[in-house]
């Protein structure tokens, strides 16, 4: 069940076209005046651990890349809305410099798709003479993009179109849009005649709907293929764009005349995502990275890493990063070419690189591989590793991890001032407690505590869209159909609810995740950590200030220092006690009634994956890259009728 790869050789976009297309959207762009408004769809009954607070604390990197390329092409007249912050947010009743925006687009997760679809919806509803391009977006349009487009008749509701790629086509899309606008003519407009006429068609990585009516009911959908992928993401728009986009945070359906001013980012977002590579070499059965990737490992250079840091701190005064890497250990020379220009810049004791702390995710084997250039790496910045552990045995899974080389990794990255965050897997053979063994959960977070680890996460595994197990999960009943003959809500598929088991007691799989991180955060053991922390590690207390401004402190003062910096690793254990405490006090009241449901009420399980109900189909005809098995089809590709409503206008020309 995972996507398809493009044919050897066209995998990757010609090098230089990135920048190319933004250079020529910027030629044309001062004639158009578009205007934008990108949501980044939330719902609020996701915030439970282990995601609680960075949720709301990190602007996600996806929606600023695309506001980022918009800039960059020329389209300044753009707005991000994150409904972490902005809940109350109505398409309805945005206005973008004085008016309804040209083009609406949304960006989602497969666990916030109810916040998409209203968000979509609303628009739908808008005045067809003032409605905007609706453009549909992010993580759930990759693997399931028919889900933003109504089947009912008698609901008629989607997005114009469902972007399944990254920024390049999207950008891919304007360019074509532009070149066919005719004066005063609406951008959805001429996305329809553009439709209609098959110019969207040699596009890679969009999906649309055809219908009878422009404002009818769909009845198939047109999936143009997979998309080219971007080899340098140097050439990606810089991210310090983005920022300036943001809608300030409010309780107010509308937007504000301004976006949100530099001085109130970091008060936000007090770190910042950002792209450094993507790809990893693994092939975890339950993981739809390496496929979506197409088996292609892609960065970022590090004098880049190393600009976009510098810009967005000095501009907004964010020091924390995170890497949104899948694998940053991935492969040694890569890894080496980002962390060597960060680590002189460190070195040199200047602002803001001596202040600067990121984080990443990387594997046990890859930690192990990497433990020689550790050092340096400490030195670049890294404070911060989430390591894909999933289980100490590797009983679920094998990727070079057992407990003796988790261990190790641990004790590796600890030597060298890194913490470690287990990132784990619970599953239905997996008791709460083993005896004389290492194989429930509770003895493996003992042994990882005990190694070193500050925090942690345990997640069940659910069905994974776009992963080799996603269709089985279902197939093979795994998956639950319905709880209490309700069906399950999109917003619980995120590893913390036990929505498929074969347990006898699956309500007994709930509570064992509520008693695994209970056992981890707990008052008895943050008081431990304030005689025992775990935090207190090497390289921990060291001073990053520069040697110039504390050689002008007063030896009072640089004691002072010396107690406080030692003090705050010595209780930074105990802080994240507290916080995993509080996050754990919502993860019960939230997740402690699911566990109830399951035990009171009857559960169906599914037997096969959910499809698009609209038949899918290439634009000649041929099978649906991304469509699954089962999903309706068409014989041939209908006849291309002229719509009456938007007579054809004459093509301008792009140059």
Sequence with gaps: MELPSRGRGDILLPPGEMASIRERLRSIAGRHDLTTVIACAFDHRTRILPFIYADLRMAPAGVRAIGSALVDAGFSKTRIVLQQWNKNFSPAEMRLDGRMPDIF???SMHLHSAECDRLIQEACRIDPAQRPLIIAGGPRMIYAPWEVFSANPDHVWGA???VTGEEYVTLSLLEVLLAMRAEGESIRSTFIRARDSGALDGIAGLVYSRGSSVDGPAEELVDTGIQRLLGDLDELPHPVL????LEAPSQEATLAAHALPPKRVRKHSLVSSLVLTIGCKFRCSYCPIPAYNQRQHRGKSGERIADEIEQISNAYGIINFFGTDDNFFNETKRTMEIVEPLARRAATGKRPFCKI???????????????EHLPLIRQAGLRAVWMGVEDLTGTLVK???NESKTIES?????QNGIMPIPMMMHHDTQPLVSRKTNYGLVNQLHTLRKAGALYMQVLMLTPSPGSKWYRDTYTSGLAFDSVDEQPIAAHIIDGNYVVASKHPRPWLKQLNLLAGYTYFFNPLRLLASLVFSKSNIYLADAETRPAAEIARYSPLKRLTRKIYLKFRAHVTDA??????MLGLFHTYRRTLGWAWKLYRSPIEHSSEAPTSMLPMRAPDGGPASHALPGTPTVE???TIVPLNRFPQLPIRDAA
Excluded: C, N
């Excluded at 983005?242 to 986009?245: D, I």
């Excluded at 702390?357 to 433990?371: P, Q």
């Excluded at 641990?410 to 600890?414: G, N, T, V």
């Design 575 to 580: 802080g994240i006690q507290a916080f995993g």
């Design 636 to 638: 041939a590709a209908p």
């Design 357 to 371: 702390r990121w984080g990443t995710e990387a594997t046990v084997h890859d930690t192990i591989r990497m433990k």
């Design 399 to 401: 990727k070079g991890q």
């Design 160 to 162: 114009d179109v469902a």
């Design 242 to 245: 983005g920022y300036q986009l």
């Design 105 to 107: 687009m949304v960006s």
């Design 410 to 414: 641990f004790h590796l990255l600890r």
